[in-house]
Every structure is written in structure tokens, then in C-alpha cells.
């Protein structure tokens, strides 16, 4: 059975910080993972936030979190993925997913996934 399990979640201040994890089945230790995020009153987007690839060397941001967010992952079992978010402001609240595929190419299109966590609810107050 292939699962990926987020946690993290919770309640900040404006300028606070939280850390996600992500953890996925044993199965998915190849494959690449993402953090997509799905704002209030946007139910039908989920918005691209983070991607890294097997071996952590190669990273993509979405230009809302770049220099803020940093996703890894442990590199000894491939199989827990982390974001880590700093300097969270009000518009990065929404449910956090995690994602995992196979095709880095596709890594931005939350269509192109074909495994998906139940999400993490982050909120950031002003």
C-alpha cells in the first residue's frame, strides 16, 4: 500500500516558523516529491509550492516561497520529505499536501501526480 502522511500543521503569528514533514512508503524512495497548497475559498487549486528530486539534488520553488521555504528530505532512506517555513506571512495559509511522482518534468502540474497525502492545515495570523 503506497501512503504519504503529512504533519507540522498548526497555528502561527505573521513572521513565525513551521516545519512539515512528509512521510512516504518505503515504495516511493525513487520517486520525486512536492508540496502543494490549497488556499480558503480555492478549492478547486491546488497551487505548486515545492519539488525535490530522489537524491535532494535538485530543488524547484514557486516564486511566492522562494528565499522563505526550503524542502529536503533524509537522504538515508529517501522516505521522509520536509519543508521548512520561515518567515510565514497571513497568504501562506491553506492545507498543505504532499505529492510524490516519477516525471520531473511534470513536477509543477498537481494533475500529473498520482500519489497525494490527506493534507496539513497551516494558519497564519496577522
Known amino acids: 500500500q503506497v501512503q504519504l502522511v503529512e504533519s507540522g500543521g498548526g497555528l502561527v503569528q505573521a513572521g513565525e516558523s513551521l516545519r512539515l514533514s512528509c512521510a512516504a512508503s518505503r515504495r516511493l524512495f525513487a520517486n520525486y516529491h512536492a508540496w502543494f497548497r490549497q488556499a480558503p475559498g480555492k478549492e478547486r487549486e491546488r497551487e505548486f509550492v515545492?519539488?525535490?528530486?530522489?537524491?535532494?539534488?535538485?530543488?524547484?520553488y514557486a516564486d511566492s516561497v522562494k528565499g522563505r521555504f526550503t524542502i529536503s528530505r533524509d537522504n538515508i532512506q529517501r522516505t521522509v520529505v520536509y519543508l521548512q517555513m520561515d518567515a510565514l506571512k497571513p497568504e501562506d495559509t491553506a492545507i498543505y499536501y504532499c505529492?510524490?511522482?516519477?516525471?520531473?518534468?511534470?513536477?509543477?502540474?498537481?494533475?500529473?501526480?498520482?500519489?497525494w497525502g490527506q493534507g496539513t492545515q497551516v494558519t497564519v495570523s496577522s
Open positions: 515545492a519539488a525535490i528530486s530522489p537524491n535532494g539534488a535538485y530543488t524547484d
Open positions: 505529492a510524490s511522482d516519477s516525471a520531473w518534468a511534470d513536477r509543477r502540474i498537481g494533475e500529473k501526480y498520482d500519489y
